[in-house]
């Protein structure tokens, strides 16, 4: 095992040692070492009570952020390192947090409250690895497995039910049996968590290599968070472009879109709407007009519900609505005004969401679906490499330069640089000073004519 460790645990580490305390780093920081991949956040414990900790640092900045719970984070070199007194727990009223702390001197006591095995080992350079539960074994076999009893460990967290799906995304780990089972028995219990807990949950679980598998495989447990999803479940879908049911499409979708929060997000929903308006013809074909539109109004209430930024929502939601547009087809007016309404990165991604979505139909149209996304991307590349045109701030001239050739400062103002705009984006009009200074003049003075 490579145990390097920052020169800022270093220092917590040796202060706690040289003040006649134990001090162990643990949780996923060890996890994370084992499996030879960053650490991004280190977790101490010690047997020093939380007032000990701060006067061991008082030299350091000292904040208390969970004193209460025995957790105090020390600043090193801008480097925040929690500290966390060994504790035991007990009641859990909430499902979420402990009625009551109380501090132990047991290392051991202190790892078997906590939530999986492979999060359950503790190690300090002296002793080397302390692992009661097994947590080695567990990491080697790639197996996410409650420290203890499944079911009392969900009953004191319920957050854990999607931790542990999430670990079992992103790590590419198999969820043990007996775990495995009371997820399936007590995902209710989510009801008692926040939904800002639930959806950072999600957003990293959608980015696992295993995310699709999880989804599927654990689908009682999302449809439960999402009940708008369920209905895609045996959707069935008779048509040539299609050789899943909704739901199984869109698991293929999620799979074969980058792995970034708003983009499997979009895939995840891009086709949600589906059940709600499928409509069968005379010759037994599956049609689903106007999906896109539905689809973006059930996104939009979960993404409310489960309070997302009104920026991700409405960055999720344009990507739902517009997957299905045709790049090969589209005019170069449309996709100015797509750059224009939400920027090229945006309009970029649209790209990525339709290939995703036609590389979960049938593989025989993947070869043709590729070249229409190549010709679009041409096209979009070269809208791209001109002098850029795609909002009223691009134009060169603006409200002044129209009051100074005398047209009022009416409603028809706006309108005339509108339609500037439109005639610019059309290539009717260049978009330089002059040119766009007599445009106005006879737009203007031609409608107040008809006023």
Not at 124 to 151: A, H, M, Q, W, Y
Request: with cysteine; glycine share 6%; hydrophobic share 35%.
């Amino acid at each position: 095992m490579n145990t390097e460790l920052s020169t800022q645990v270093k220092v917590v580490l040796n202060k706690l040692n040289l003040s006649g305390h134990r001090a162990y780093i643990v949780g996923g920081a060890i996890r994370n070492i084992i499996m030879g991949l960053p650490v991004h956040d280190w977790d101490i414990a010690t047997d020093a009570s939380p007032e000990t900790v701060s006067e061991v640092f008082s030299g350091f900045r000292v904040v208390e952020t969970g004193i209460k719970h025995g957790t105090v984070t020390v600043i090193i070199d801008r480097a925040p390192i929690e500290i966390t007194t060994f504790r035991a727990e007990k009641g859990y009223s909430d499902h979420r947090r402990p009625d009551e702390v109380l501090f132990v001197n047991d290392l051991t006591r202190d790892l078997s409250r906590r939530d999986f095995t492979c999060n359950a080992i503790a190690y300090n350079p002296d002793e080397g690895i302390t692992d009661p539960f097994n947590g080695l074994s567990d990491i080697n076999n790639k197996i996410i497995r409650c420290v203890g009893n499944s079911t009392e460990r969900f009953e004191e967290d319920a957050l854990r039910i999607l931790r542990a799906l999430r670990f079992s995304s992103v790590l590419n780990f198999d969820i043990c049996i007996e775990t495995s089972k009371a997820i399936h028995k007590y995902y209710g219990l989510l009801k008692f968590i926040s939904v800002e807990r639930i959806y950072a949950e999600l957003r990293k679980l959608v980015c696992g290599d295993r995310a699709a598998k999880v989804l599927d495989e654990y689908s009682d447990v999302f449809f439960f968070l999402m009940p708008e999803l369920e209905a895609m479940k045996g959707c069935e879908q008779n048509h040539i472009r299609h050789i899943y049911d909704v739901w199984g499409h869109t698991l293929k979708a999620v799979d074969s879109v980058r792995p970034v929060p708003e983009l499997r997000l979009a895939m995840l929903f891009h086709d949600c709407g589906k059940p709600c308006v499928k409509s069968t013809d005379e010759k037994g074909i599956d049609h689903f007009y106007s999906h896109s539109e539905k689809s973006k109004e059930l996104a939009s209430d979960i993404l409310y519900r489960f309070k997302a930024s009104n920026s991700e929502r409405n960055h999720i939601c344009t990507l739902v609505e517009k997957h299905g547009f045709e790049p090969d087809i589209i005019s170069r007016k449309t996709y100015r005004k797509y750059i224009g309404s939400y920027g090229p990165e945006i309009v970029k991604e649209l790209f990525e969401v339709r290939e995703a979505d036609f590389r979960a139909q049938n593989p025989v149209f993947i070869e043709s679906e590729i070249k229409r996304n190549e010709a679009g991307l041409e096209t979009l590349n070269l809208i791209l490499g001109e002098e850029p045109c795609f909002s009223l701030k691009d134009l060169k001239i603006n409200g002044n330069d129209l009051l100074s050739l005398g047209i009022s400062p009416t409603h028809l103002l706006g309108s005339v640089l509108n339609r500037l705009l439109e005639e610019v984006m059309d290539g009717r009009i260049k978009n330089n000073k002059a040119d766009l200074l007599k445009r106005a003049e006879d737009i203007y003075y031609g409608n107040s004519k008809t006023e």
